[in-house]
């Protein structure tokens, strides 16, 4: 008995689930990775942030571009914005990890960038420190998460497979569009905090 052809979601199968697994993991790693640790001499790089915040907002326009496109029925507009938004998020994403590799974290509330939070510095944060935890964490979590979903729902369209595309993009694209913001919202709620 002869084995049907693989499809080509099925060809891509392993990569999506290794690239969904080793993304996050190597993102984990490297943020715990301090180049100085090792002998580098580098200068942080905080020109770093508000670029891939900028990238990030880029990412959700082309988001909301994309899906307008195709709800009007153009499919090439709509392919060139939804490569664009993949092509954002790595790039946002080397960013960040550079960024990260090259700078202390900076902690919500940090007034005078010591790294530590006395009493005053919490209570002038209150409880839009909550809040700012709240947005962090989903978006982190999320982050993680829409890795295979915009993997299969991509390479749903490029197998032509459009029904079943359109059926997950309607949950890929709010938690993508979800990432994209509270990417942008989180770097506006702790910049006031970065050292200069």
Known sequence: MSKEPK???????GSII???IIIPVAVAVLFTVKLKDFGFD???LSFLPP???SINAMTALFLVMGVLAIKNGNRKVHERM????IACSVIFLVMYVAYHMTADSTKYGDINHDGLLDATELANAGSMRLVYFFILISHIVLSVAIIPLVLVTYVR???AHFDRHKKLA???FPIWLY???TGVLVYLMISPYYAN
């Open 82 to 85: 939804m490569t664009l938004s």
């Open 179 to 181: 990432v994209a913001v």
């Open 51 to 53: 670029i891939y915040a």
């Open 18 to 20: 290794a690239v969904s």
């Open 157 to 159: 369209a490029l197998a």
């Open 170 to 172: 309607k949950i890929t």
């Open 42 to 44: 580098v200068e942080p």
């Open 7 to 13: 499809t080509l979601e099925g060809k891509f199968k």
